[in-house]
T-cell receptor, first 113, second 110 residues
Framework: DAGVTQSPTHLIKTRGQQVTLRCSPK?????VSWYQQALGQGPQFIFQYYEEEERQRGNFPDRFSGHQFPNYSSELNVNALLLGDSALYLC????????????FGPGTRLTVL | GQSLEQPSEVTAVEGAIVQMNCTYQTSGFYGLSWYQQHDGGAPTFLSY??LDGLEETGRFSSFLSRSDSYGYLLLQELQMKDSASYFCAVRGGSNYQLIWGAGTKLIIKP
């Protein structure tokens, strides 16, 4: 049983570019949450997708958008990249919106130059 | 506003017991979770407390006092593999989202 997978593992972009990160949830999970984790900090909640709709959103600008597909996989898009967007982006899945145990993927390390 | 406070670093000896604290301030509270994250790894779920008291799972125990807005994670019989960062996270606020602390880095010495 595959756990949560994310791609790519690492990514280098320049300021102003756009990036798309991908996540496949654990088998049997229908809810995907995205987090941004800066070095030495805790994860910051970006948004959560359930039934192909954004259900909750953290304090992130509209440059951050997402999508969930019918197979429950998800994408995180970031437009007009800033240096401060450099971070580890984590995807977590759970069976249902309010399940308190989330399963995390290994993350995508984004570097913006 | 919502905030969580955790000590930045704790040092303990292999085989000993260590307690890592978490205090929180949220507009609504539904429960306190604990996650472990090794360097370069993904966070892994350890425990969840919705009610006051102690929850035990093997060498790990988690405690919650809602009246004090306080919780802690207790690790017994420390092993070198327990060296990691430990995060508390509160499910609360108006939209039920998970708010994370900055984490406590646990350093274990032989």
């Amino acid at each position: 049983d595959a756990g949560v997978t994310q791609s790519p593992t690492h990514l280098i972009k320049t300021r102003g570019q756009q990036v798309t990160l991908r996540c496949s949830p654990k088998s049997g999970h229908d809810t995907v949450s995205w987090y941004q984790q800066a070095l030495g900090q805790g994860p910051q909640f970006i948004f959560q997708y359930y039934e192909e709709e954004e259900r909750q959103r953290g304090n992130f600008p509209d440059r951050f958008s997402g999508h969930q597909f019918p197979n429950y996989s998800s994408e995180l898009n970031v437009n007009a990249l800033l240096l401060g967007d450099s971070a580890l982006y984590l995807c977590a899945s759970s069976p249902g919106q309010v399940n308190n145990e989330q399963f995390f993927g290994p993350g995508t390390r984004l570097t913006v130059l | 506003g919502q905030s969580l406070e955790q000590p930045s670093e704790v040092t303990a000896v292999e085989g000993a017991i260590v307690q890592m604290n978490c205090t929180y301030q949220t507009s609504g509270f539904y429960g306190l979770s604990w996650y472990q994250q090794h360097d370069g790894g993904a966070p892994t779920f350890l425990s969840y407390n919705a009610l006051d008291g102690l929850e035990e799972t093997g060498r790990f125990s988690s405690f919650l006092s809602r009246s004090d807005s306080y919780g802690y994670l207790l690790l017994q019989e420390l092993q070198m593999k327990d060296s990691a960062s430990y995060f508390c996270a509160v499910r609360g606020g108006s939209n039920y989202q998970l708010i994370w602390g900055a984490g406590t880095k646990l350093i274990i010495k032989p």
